[in-house]
């Protein structure tokens, strides 16, 4: 059930479509651009993915960089901030994606709820509305209800985040729960970022990041209606057969990993989508800044650095995350 | 468990019934005539089942040809949209239905809110509201609700589609969804399309196209309420033992394709209900012109085409829908 | 667990009961005298009671012939409606109910649906909210909640059906289910008719219609607030050990139908509930008219007529109809 | 897991406090007194207590006869009501509970129905919102919601009756109902009366009835809210090895019937709570009459005589229930 | 899974963050600190929150002693009660609270109800909304919703406390069930108190307190909106493998008790929210001050105090509170 397949650039219909589709344009231009692929969202949201585009360094270029941290509920506060111990304290999030100039933060409840009046209009902000905790190990997980739109709202958020396991057998549940939080979200102009992870009883371990299951899990956020679609970056395994025989057939590029990005984001209707991509654990700097090169190079919209950045001490997390910045402030990857 | 049954012209009591019910008349009186049999929905409904029915190039004659895209959803979207790649951008389809004329499009939540203001007032479109994706194969097959009466109201749909699997051990809480959609939908002025797909552990691969199954599961639509009823064209197979003494012992005629098209639609009220079939996966062109014979022969009201036209280059796709559309226009079958 | 109780006429202590309670009357006085037992039920639920009592043939006798049509529902439109296909069409029981003069036609949404405009006010209707399909052999059924008291009003109905199955794992879910709907159905005036049909892992086959387990379904559905309660006829079997000592220690007469009838009907609060009885499959005619003779001798309140009508051709089942309204028209049993 | 504790009069603390906190008193200063203990009520849910305590025979004495009749639901009708045939008519039980003087009359929904307006303003109705039935036998029982607050209000009742099962696995969500139940009945002024019979996997058929586990119960009614607690009456066998630890290390006095009684009053709020006790099976009258004298010796605050009085002859019925007040009246029991 | 960590003092990298958050302040001031750190709050949740520190021996001081009793439904009122039969009284714990000078008395709803008026605005009470008993003994257990913020504000509280089982297989439901209780808590001006017992079959019984699971445990209660955090006191068992490797890399002292309660701390967002330690089973009296000189020392909020007070004979838990008092008092530990 599992393949690779090699690269064929030469057949790269998927990229062609995709360039003709977005296209290079003034930064101001670009924002609009983005906006415009939304038209069924009314003024309120638009106005939301619109501060979060044009917010910090990457603002108006139509490229992301969020700093989530959910990993204390999801890892626990230990393994999560025990490397750097100032991140214990909710304000240091807040100050570090400020000063590192990201879009965004995004967090649970309690971390927002820290801040959001120190920092009130200092940057946008994602409440992330389910999460879930290390302490059990299912083999098909699910998530917990910890926030809602009316949180959102009265903490100022841009927009709330929601995970998706497609995989899991409660994927279904999820996507109902997410379909009603979306719904209520949209009528009251927030924002929505689905983090599209799978997992479950139905995929192998190497089936969670491989790109016939990453770019189903992406397209399945964006129909379920996500401005904003957050996977991990996809290896080249091929984890259903049913996909393989399409993959091979018509020949689709997954051979790099910006080629596997760029298939990613045509999978969220064929770059119409806001689609960014996680750095996974605490790595070197450069195999980092590899990834991001290649994100960028193969049309992704930007990256969610959570331990990569608040797990160094500060001074080198800026100096990491303004090297990311500057990578997705290049014009031509 | 299984058997099929020779066909028995002479005894074809149903069919008798059916003729009479449903006479040839000009195409005016020909919607007037279905929207007569609609009697309990308001104005509102029976509006927008008249858009239905009147636009694209079958419109008045009571037949319908819709573009129903969610396999992006349901096999993912490489498998879908990699044959023809321009079909990744959800605008695609839009121009698609436009173009050939259909009566109507059917989307999942993502890809209709990423038209249906560019594409506002151009064609009707119907809100797919729950899915399911083949991350998971399930013995008993379930849907994740995806979208609501309002969804489909802001997007300015005619109606919403909705998906039961009767032989699931889930059908009966999928009868209670659609029941409580159904009610609201018909409360808002909206048509409701019921996709009545037997799947489930208690049927055997074959008995999810057999006729009797087939045939049960259009009639447990219509009791449902749906307004149009979306089967999988049946085979002459039983599924249920009891079934085939009544089938036997009456000689109803299931032989050919068009007497079952003929039995499904007798089994959606006599056929004062609104029956349609889908064609299955991408198939040869003439082996689908042949079945949209059949169905056009055995009363049936119309195709719901997805895979055969979008996984085809879009002149291959505009000239096969002409096709069929040119053999649903013929007043005499 | 099984066994059966020979008649001991000579004691009927039950019978005497019902007697002084249910006293021959004047056909007017005998509906005035059936309302005075809902003294909890306010006028709007009383109109609706005696619009069912005082339609039809045996209107103001205070007994009752419906015609129920949930077999297309519950077994498949073939096995339903192929002997006699017109009755595919839903204008067909209706009209048969209509010309019958039968009390009331009892059906699920779909059904009513569509012929509530063309026969608006031309005989009570009853919407059976709940159903289930014959496509699953669950060991311990559950209904689909299929309609709303809200689809009753608007469809013009008299009251709303809802079956339930004692005996059945989900049984008690399915009680409450019925609460919730006849709380609201007795706000907004509708009268409440429970089929109550014992099913499910703790019985055994023949402990379905058993006489302990028949009574006792009987006497649930009056303690869920029923106006009107179906149960199936009685066999003499016992199902249950510890009810089997009481029916031999107190000799309660239970040899014949009749006795079986009049003691399903003391269950039923003694005699001031509306109970009345399935005929079962289609029958040779001599057996259904022999039932009803018993169901008239035992005091029991009517019929409720489904296959045995509808599978005949339309002239024998107004023939049959005719015959039952004819036994139960007798003042003297 | 099961012992027995002999009897050790002379530690008798918890006697002690309990005799402190109920003193004797004039009867209207009782009824008074213990109004007093329930300082978070409105005046509505007072008013209702106080009618419940100054009805009847014993009104004004702060102890209580309720006649239960939910029997014909738990039990089924021919095991209850063919040993005295009157009482299938749900007349019977309003008159019974009058002509005996009783303080109150508690049933299921549909034989309060039968009552309430031809009986209105009589005697104090409590309406019984949950029941079960016993055609199956679960290992851990549940019950299903049968009635509403809003059905308890409009059939004139002064107050709600609700079943739990401490020990069954179904006890969390059952706790949950009654919560929700009980706000809104305290809302609107109701009192609530809880059943708390322990049953489930967790016990021993002798557990449910052990005094610890009795006690436990009682108490868990208590702080749930009820503002009167229905228990059966303690054997002196204790299930649970943790508790018999405290047992014996405290010398807690169980080995009369009047001593047990005494400690379940005391674990409901130290008697400031109403605890009434129910006979269990129909009996011998002297039995029945010595356990009523044991439980107004224990300070118990009174009976729920159910099949002990409407399995007899209404007659004997009636002698049997003014004996118990009898018993009740003393003031020195 | 499990090991412990000797103490490595010379890094306490936590320590210097934790110390520089919670400078030493004026009393006043330090009230005003603490709510500071809130400022997602409404103006009314901080006067619950004041309210709450402002009040008892230790008002002012940011330190807390609550007197908590809910054991008479967790475990019994014989195993709680009897050992001192005064306690069964639901005043004796309001005027033991109030006389020992606590903070706020947190109990169910029926122990609330039952002295609310009695001694409105004598003391802060906290509602449980939910609470367990012992009468079943689940691997993954969870508890029932047992009161409501109605009921909190009603009964004049300053918040509700709720209980959660991280590492039990319902502890998604329980979060979302806090998360939708704090909702509507915080929007009514109510402080929220979350009682986190890590309990469920992925942990071993030394899990349960073992100081990884517990400073994840205080973690999620903070990223689920906790203004209040109730944990055990932890041991200096590690649980978790992956817990492991980065306590033994980063050197977390927890070689003590005061190390250990000071990790919590910190796991509780750098010490910007309240975390409290509970005492566990009643226990010699040294050993009780011990614990709470440690807690001190560690930087912990304060105490609460069930068992060890009201299972004393009353001027035995008078004495031994007020020697609790005096060590929180102390400026420096």
Known sequence: MQATIERRPAENRA????????????????????????????????????????????????????????????????????????????????????????????????????????????????????????????????????????????????????????????????????????EEAKKAGLAVVIWSYPRGSSLSKDGETGIDVCGYAAHIAAQLGAHIIKVKLPTAHIEQDVARKIYEKERIPIGTLAERVRHVVQCCFGGRRIAIFSGGPADATETVLEEIRAIHAGGGFGSIIGRNSFQRKKSDALKLLADIVDIYSKKNP
Not at 46 to 54: C, D, G, M, P, Y
């Open 15 to 182: 990229a062609t479509t995709l360039t003709r589709t977005v296209s290079p344009s003034t930064n101001k231009d670009r924002v609009q651009e983005i906006l415009g692929w939304y038209g069924s969202d009314n003024p309120g949201t638009l106005t939301n993915l619109a501060r979060l585009l044009n917010h910090g360094r990457l603002g108006g270029t139509g490229k992301l960089v969020i700093l989530p941290v959910d990993q204390g509920f999801e890892h626990g506060p230990a393994r999560s901030f025990a490397p750097n111990p100032p991140a214990y304290d909710p304000r240091y999030h807040f100050e570090l994606a400020i000063e590192a100039g990201c879009n965004a933060y995004a967090a649970p409840l309690g971390f927002l709820e820290a801040g959001a009046r120190d920092f009130a209009g200092q940057l946008p902000l994602i409440l992330k509305v389910n999460d879930h905790d290390a302490l059990n190990d299912e083999k098909d997980p699910f998530q917990a209800l910890t926030g809602s739109v009316q949180d959102a709202l009265r903490l100022g958020c841009v927009g709330i985040g929601f995970t998706i396991y497609p995989g899991s057998t409660h994927r279904l549940e999820m996507y109902g729960q997410i379909r009603s939080y979306a």
